[in-house]
T-cell receptor, first 113, second 113 residues
Framework: DGGITQSPKYLFRKEGQNVTLSCEQNLNHDAMYWYRQDPGQGLRLIYYSQIVNDFQKGDIAEGYSVSREKKESFPLTVTSAQKNPTAFYLC????????????FGSGTRLTVV | QKEVEQNSGPLSVPEGAIASLNCTYSDRGSQSFFWYRQYSGKSPELIMFIYSNGDKEDGRFTAQLNKASQYVSLLIRDSQPSDSATYLCAVSYSGAGSYQLTFGKGTKLSVIP
């Protein structure tokens, strides 16, 4: 079955540590997105990528980095520069020229300990 | 700046009643409109999308779009406790050949048994 997989489901980060969240899709979607969601808040766009080896900053890119070496994969690294990383992180994907919305992964909940 | 506004709620309705969720958007060039349902701790799932002015019905759900008023709504008939969730309105616009979504912050719906 086609879908989008995020791992791990839960992640704990120590102060000053970099962590990487995985996002893999087998939907043959061109575009991939990373969002952050805080309690009671909407989705805030961190980064997005429309094609391999290219990505763009979203509204809250500071303290995060991404790569898009393969069409299927779009990992997100939360760096030590992100001072308040505790949040629910959502990965999504879509066709580049399709107006049919996004498919979301199941999310990763990151907690700083 | 493209904006999507929703009443954060909570909106409480008795079981069996009609729940009405509203959304306004700022960009007149917006082309597609989506409603996602998000249960607590879970990722958003697409329940309806609409492109043309008027109503679109799918089971107990009806999406209504009025482009002149820049207004989209979701009606849930015969509301059930299982409909209790946060409903995200999303609006897509076409930029550089791709369709990107802008999300509202969501309306929390509570269906009281």
């Amino acid at each position: 079955d086609g879908g989008i997989t995020q791992s791990p489901k839960y992640l704990f980060r120590k102060e000053g540590q970099n962590v990487t969240l995985s996002c893999e899709q087998n939907l043959n979607h061109d575009a991939m997105y990373w969002y952050r969601q805080d309690p009671g808040q909407g989705l805030r766009l961190i980064y997005y990528s429309q094609i391999v080896n290219d990505f763009q900053k979203g509204d809250i890119a500071e303290g995060y980095s991404v790569s898009r070496e393969k069409k299927e994969s779009f990992p997100l690294t939360v760096t030590s520069a992100q001072k308040n990383p505790t949040a629910f992180y959502l990965c999504a994907s879509s066709y580049f020229d399709s107006p049919y919305g996004y498919t979301f992964g199941s999310g990763t909940r990151l907690t700083v300990v | 700046q493209k904006e999507v506004e929703q009443n954060s709620g909570p909106l409480s309705v008795p079981e069996g009643a009609i729940a009405s969720l509203n959304c306004t958007y700022s960009d007149r060039g917006s082309q597609s409109f989506f409603w996602y349902r998000q249960y607590s701790g879970k990722s958003p799932e697409l329940i309806m999308f609409i492109y043309s002015n008027g109503d679109k019905e799918d089971g107990r759900f009806t999406a209504q779009l009025n482009k002149a008023s820049q207004y989209v709504s979701l009606l849930i008939r015969d509301s059930q406790p299982s409909d209790s969730a946060t409903y995200l309105c999303a609006v897509s616009y076409s930029g550089a050949g791709s369709y990107q979504l802008t999300f509202g912050k969501g309306t929390k719906l509570s269906v009281i048994p």
